[in-house]
């Protein structure tokens, strides 16, 4: 089936430790994304990609890298400087020049 | 100002009910506007989408911009407990750019 996969669903890990979560997309999508997630928050965009091997910061990308290797992966590392990690992590791909993105069904982060 | 203003809610109607559901925005170079339906612990799904002043209907669902005003709506007629979950809209100015996000309204219908 033809879509956006993350993984995993559901994450624990502990404070200061970094945690590497993963998107993969067989859409032949140009684009992908990171949103994050929180009560009362609406989705906030962390980093973005257009093309392989490149990506740019969004709004709150402090705390977090992506890399851009193959198109169909866009894989977010969440580091120990990221402040409040804690959070419902949506990634995304669109078609270039398309107006509308697609989402995969989310990772949970939980860091104790 | 926030580029995209959303109530929150949460919404609770009686089914069969008409919903209406609202966003403004503040910048006038924004042409497309679209809204998502989001369930419970699960990623965004694209409902509506729509690049002009006026109404698009979709079955139950009636998406409305007026640029103008900067005002978008979503409407859905004989709502339904399916219908239950946080709706968010989304606006982009160009094809380029990324979507803005309201902070979505969560809808409960109750049977």
């Known amino acids: 089936d033809g879509g956006i996969t993350q993984s995993p669903k559901y994450l624990f890990r502990k404070e200061g430790q970094n945690v590497t979560l993963s998107c993969e997309q067989n859409?032949?999508?140009?684009?992908m994304y990171w949103y994050r997630q929180d009560p009362g928050q609406g989705l906030r965009l962390i980093y973005y990609s257009q093309i392989v091997n490149d990506f740019q910061k969004g709004d709150i990308a402090e705390g977090y890298s992506v890399s851009r290797e193959k198109k169909e992966s866009f894989p977010l590392t969440v580091t120990s400087a990221q402040k409040n990690p804690t959070a419902f992590y949506l990634c995304a791909s669109s078609i270039q020049g398309r107006n509308t993105i697609y989402f995969g069904e989310g990772s949970w982060l939980t860091v104790v | 100002q926030k580029e995209v203003e959303q109530d929150p809610g949460p919404l609770s109607v009686p089914e069969g009910a008409i919903v209406s559901l609202n966003c403004t925005y503040s910048?006038?170079?924004?042409?497309?506007f679209m809204w998502y339906r989001q369930y419970s612990r699960k990623g965004p799904e694209l409902l509506m989408y729509t690049y002009s002043s006026g109404n698009k209907e979709d079955g139950r669902f009636t998406a409305q911009v007026d640029k103008s005003s900067k005002y978008i709506s979503l409407f859905i007629r004989d709502s339904q407990p399916s219908d239950s979950a946080t709706y968010l809209c989304a606006i982009r100015n160009s094809g380029n750019t990324p979507l803005v996000f309201g902070k979505g309204t969560r809808l409960s219908v109750i049977a």
């Open positions: 859409l032949n999508h140009d684009a």
């Open positions: 910048n006038s170079a924004f042409q497309y």
